[in-house]
């Protein structure tokens, strides 16, 4: 290995790993309620959530996305 890639790469020794967890409020939600996602990764998030919550919690509950003007948005709509 050169010596100049190991001098410009520095190892940092207690930096915590960040915890960006989202908790989504599905259990708050009535029918008709909904919430915006702003970016793709915490929508693909938020719908393999939905839909464990579901399966787990209330399994005749329904959420459907989709794709609008600023992200996505779930709704409750069962």
């Known amino acids: 290995m050169s010596t100049e890639l190991t001098q410009e790469i520095h190892i940092e020794t207690d930096v915590r790993f960040p915890l960006n967890r989202m908790s989504y409020p599905f259990g708050d939600m009535e029918p008709g ?14 719908r393999v959530a939905s839909i464990r919550f579901i399966r787990k919690y209330q399994p005749e509950w329904e959420f459907k996305m989709r794709r609008v003007d600023g992200g996505w948005r779930l709704w409750r709509v069962a």
Not at 33 to 46: H, K
């Open 33 to 46: 309620d909904s919430f915006l996602i702003p970016d793709q990764r915490r929508a693909n998030s938020a």
